[in-house]
Every structure is written in C-alpha cells, then in structure tokens.
C-alpha cells in the first residue's frame, strides 16, 4: 500500500473566508465518509486550518446534524458486529482506537433498539461451525480474541448441541 499524501489545501488570510474554506473542506469530507467530530478536527487540522476556524467549523457541522457521533457509533456498532462478527469486548477497544468519545463509549446500551435485534450468539455459533463445529480451546481462543464473552460462547454451543441433536432425530 501507499502513502497518500493529503491534499493541501491555500487558506484565505480573512478569518471569515477561511471558515468558508474550511467549511467547503469539512462538507467534502463528510461526503466522501462519515466521520466523528475528533476524526473531522483531525483532518482538518492536518490540511492547516487553524484551531478556532476549526472549532467553528466542527460546532457547525454537529449543530446542524451533519456530523454524529451516536449515530455513527451504533452504525459501526452494527457493522462490526454483523460484518466482521465482533463481539461487544472487541467492538468497544474497537471504537476507542476509532476515536469515539470515550463517555460515549462507555454508555453504550446493548439493548438499545438500533442494537437490541444482534445476537451475539447466534454470531458465535456461525464462528464455530465455520472452523468445524468443534468444542476446542482453539476455538475458544479465537472466539475470546473477537471480544466474544463467555456467556455468548455457551449459548453458542448450547444451540449447536440442539441443533445436532435435531437433525439425528
């Protein structure tokens, strides 16, 4: 892979079109992906906006709903979950490495409508029958490494039990 460099960016003299610039900045930003506010003040900073023009830039963007961290952390939440089959202790290091808000993940309510319906079981068992349905510490390894929690992994091969015992009646 390469380093790509960023894009450098000519920064008005006059605080006022510098904030437009920025601004411009910032909307391209989102656009291209979503972003937390510390990913947005990032990036910005990197491209030589100035703090307070940043700072007024990002207060814009959340004020008007275009930047979201809630939002953005139960999406994530999902996708780690049902995409990459995380579980909640390797979702939440997951999130801080993202830089979410700390406080915000922290809070975070598993049981919350956006996340009520992910069955971290269900995730677990899929896991199992894919290395080949085994009851191994291999497996268990691999499970704790994807931040699966004991609990989760019994269910997971409580069902499968079931579901072996179902299909040999």
Known sequence: MYNRRKK???IPDSP???YQAALK???????FKD????????????RGYKAETVDDVAAFMVAKGYVNDERMLYRTVRLMAEGKGYGKLRIRQELRLKQFPSELVESLDWDREELADI???????KWI?????TRDEKTYAFLRRHGHVTSDVREA???LAEETQSDTE
């Open 129 to 133: 029958v894919k290395r080949g349905g």
């Open 119 to 125: 069955d971290f079981a269900e995730i677990c068992r």
């Open 25 to 31: 900045t910032a909307l391209n930003i989102i656009g």
């Open 157 to 159: 091969y409580r069902r």
């Open 8 to 10: 450098t960016v000519r």
């Open 16 to 18: 006022e079109e510098a």
């Open 35 to 46: 972003n937390t506010e510390a990913q947005l003040r990032q990036k910005l900073t990197e």
